[in-house]
């Protein structure tokens, strides 16, 4: 039971520590690269832009990020 646990809190530790880095990649991406945020508010990258939908009430999934970004929407680039 002892081992089980141990290998429990490590895959947590883990993951937690690889989301970590993904999330700084996708917020420099959002806030620098990118600059999502001159248009979209998101909380979690700290943006208040108010040209395209607000983030957090549209809740996309990720594949539909994953196509925006990809191929733009309307006039985003």
């Known amino acids: 039971m002892k081992k089980i ?6 895959l947590t530790l883990t993951s937690t520590a690889f989301a970590d880095d993904k999330m700084k ?8 690269k990118a600059m999502c945020g001159t248009c979209h ?5 700290e943006s208040s832009g108010d040209i395209g939908p ?11 990020t994953i196509l925006a970004v990809t191929n733009g929407i309307g006039v985003m680039p």
């Open 5 to 10: 646990l141990l290998i429990a809190l490590v």
């Open 25 to 32: 990649l996708g917020l420099e991406v959002y806030n620098q």
């Open 41 to 45: 508010t998101l909380k979690a990258a």
């Open 54 to 64: 607000n983030l957090d009430m549209l809740k996309p999934k990720i594949a539909q």
